[in-house]
């Protein structure tokens, strides 16, 4: 069975700082490419940032360049995402994603809220 569950979320002051996790399992999880998504209330669902599972290549949008670092252990199974500088604007569900060719995993996501 596959699960992907995400923690770590919660409630933050701007320009405080949050580490996401998402725990694979069912799955290999080093084949798979990795990403955070991310949706707030209105808006559609935007990839936040994304590491391959070959070559570990990195990518982020660029909204939150320089704040946020995504990494993975292979051998925990488990992808983080590191959140610093937090906005307002990062207010959303994060979700975890894995990916390889036409298969697609999702998580139940975990609420992200940067308020004072």
């Known amino acids: 069975q596959v699960q992907l569950v995400e923690s770590g979320g919660g409630l933050v002051q701007p320009g405080g700082s949050l580490t996401l996790s998402c725990v694979a399992s069912?799955?290999?999880?080093?084949?798979?490419?990795m990403s955070w998504y991310r949706q707030a209330p209105g808006k559609e669902r935007e990839l936040v940032a994304g590491?391959?599972?070959?070559?570990?290549?990195?990518n982020y949008v660029e909204s939150v360049k320089g704040r946020f670092t995504i990494s993975r252990d292979n051998a925990k199974n488990t992808l983080y995402l590191q959140m610093f500088s937090l906005k307002p604007e990062d207010t959303a569900v994060y979700y975890c994603n894995a990916k390889l060719v036409r298969i697609d995993y999702w998580g139940q996501g975990t609420q992200v809220t940067v308020s004072s």
């Open positions: 069912g799955f290999t999880f080093g084949y798979y490419d």
């Open positions: 590491v391959t599972g070959i070559g570990g290549r990195r």
